[in-house]
């Protein structure tokens, strides 16, 4: 499940196609999206996906910040974790700090091959600085494929 915390970490700080994802936060929170895409679209069991986001960072993301991930189906819920943010980003494209007035961080996993395939996901993360300051929080459905 550790694909969760990283897929949603990347959403937290665009390649070819638009992601349903939107902000769920507050007009003080550290990072306004201006869009959130990956590619492929959609996402493929067992292959690499790309996750873009872009907007603007007003604080520098440091050691000790936190993401806290859930997902559900159909409302219930099969997952909920929260995790060190720099942790799941390392060896990534953007790894901490990540630097105000960033514009565009991409990082790029690969799929596990035990996500279902097929099934609509609505995932939500909420990071947190190491200051407590909120980050963000987002969510928005993801479907993969074969």
Do not use: E
């Amino acid at each position: 499940m550790k694909f969760f915390s990283t897929i949603v970490a990347v959403i937290a700080l665009a390649t070819s196609a638009s992601a349903a994802f939107s902000s769920c936060g507050a007009a003080d929170d550290d990072f306004t999206f201006s869009g959130v895409t990956y590619t492929p679209n959609p996402p493929k069991v067992n292959q690499d996906v790309c996750i873009t986001l872009t907007g603007s960072l007003k604080d520098d993301v440091t050691a000790g910040a936190t993401i806290h991930v859930s997902a559900t189906f159909w409302g219930i819920s099969v997952y909920d974790q929260t995790s060190d943010l720099c942790d799941a980003l390392v060896g990534g494209a953007n790894p901490c700090p990540i630097l105000a007035s960033t514009t565009s961080v991409t990082h790029c996993i690969t799929v596990p091959s035990n996500v279902p395939a097929g099934v609509s996901i609505n995932l939500k993360a909420v990071v947190t600085n190491a200051d407590g300051g909120r980050v963000f929080c987002i969510g928005g459905p993801m479907t993969f494929s074969n």
